[in-house]
């Protein structure tokens, strides 16, 4: 099966669904649930329908419940609209989108903490040793070699002289 076309279906799969429980599953222990993604496997059998809930710990456990005993329906619905000759079936996943995206933020805070801290701890500092580490030759060394080379340059000219008498 072409990988384009089981990705449009898993797309459609998750609109439907998301619509499914907005507008037709009228269980009261269904919290504010947003269905995330659908996967779908190659070969169109088996679906996983990604969902967030917004709430409490208990809400997110009852919302579990209540979209399990919904799978049926929304099973035979998604069949229904679909069209495909063997109904994928649907399996939800309490995605933990929410629990990451919280918990990187707090490790995000803890870094920029931990930033300021060393920040301050810098204020006032001096490196060690000299400003410049690097060895550089000393002056008198260039001079000496400019000294030397136009004495070379010299004794070249005076036996040039010699030359011409």
Do not use: C
């Not at 619509?19 to 496997?41: M, N, S, W, Y």
């Not at 419940?65 to 069209?83: D, F, P, Y």
């Not at 995000?108 to 550089?136: I, T």
């Not at 000496?144 to 002289?161: A, I, K, T, V």
Request: net charge negative; hydrophobic share 35%.
């Amino acid at each position: 099966m072409d990988d384009a076309k089981t990705r449009r279906l898993a797309e459609r799969i998750a609109k439907i669904v998301a619509e499914l429980l907005e507008r037709r599953i009228k269980d009261p222990r269904l919290g504010f649930v947003t269905v995330t993604e659908a996967r779908l496997t190659n070969d169109l059998r088996e679906a996983k329908v990604f969902y967030t809930v917004f709430g409490t710990p208990e809400e997110r456990a009852d919302t579990a419940v209540a979209l399990k005993s919904a799978t049926g329906i929304i099973r035979s619905e998604v069949g229904r609209l679909i069209g495909l000759r063997h109904t994928p079936s649907l399996e939800f996943i309490a995605d933990e989108l929410q629990e990451n995206a919280q918990h990187i933020e707090e490790l995000v805070a803890a870094a920029k903490l931990r930033d300021a801290e060393l920040a301050r701890s810098r204020e006032g500092a001096q490196w060690a040793g000299d400003p410049d580490p690097y060895k550089k030759p000393a002056e008198d060394d260039w001079a000496d070699e400019d000294e030397d080379e136009d004495d070379d340059d010299l004794e070249d000219d005076e036996d040039l002289d010699d030359d011409e008498a």
